[in-house]
């Protein structure tokens, strides 16, 4: 093999090696995100309490430190003011177990009894999401899933 097309063959390998690592690092410096969320209310009825069942999948590349959920009125305060990762300081911890490679399964439920249910807003109602990543990421999606109470 002459000189010239040894160095071709070594600048080519070394050119592709460089792309697969640069590849490989993108793909290993995933965003925090959040996917497939949802929500289900089901009202009190007589003496049997109801529910509210939030549930997401988180995905981190350096792995999830915390979930935080907030259900809140759509005909509301936090309507008019947009909600910050500050606001949901007090909301909530969501449970979480692992589900893939790096993504978490993340679920809250609570339970809604016949006085918190007339005590209520009716209508339309969000559910606030703050996803903390290992890494110190922030995401904050106020309306990852939602609810109608009657």
Do not use: N
């Amino acid at each position: 093999m002459s000189r010239r097309i040894a160095l071709s063959v070594a600048a080519g390998v070394v050119a592709l090696g460089g792309a697969g690592a640069f590849t490989l690092a993108y793909a290993g410096e995933e965003s925090l995100a959040l996917a497939h969320s949802t929500a289900r209310y089901t009202a009190p009825d007589g003496d049997r309490d109801g529910s509210l069942a939030f549930a997401t999948d988180v995905t981190a590349s350096s792995g999830v430190e915390s979930v935080k959920v907030l259900a809140w009125p759509e005909d509301s305060s936090l309507a008019e003011e947009e909600l910050t990762s500050k606001d949901m300081a007090a909301a909530e911890p969501a449970v979480c177990e692992p589900a893939g490679r790096d993504t978490v399964r993340c679920t809250y439920t609570v339970k809604v009894t016949g006085s918190d249910a007339a005590s209520s807003p009716r209508g339309v109602w969000h559910i606030a999401v703050l996803a903390t990543a290992q890494d110190g990421t922030t995401t904050l999606d106020t309306k990852a899933a939602g609810f109608t109470v009657r």
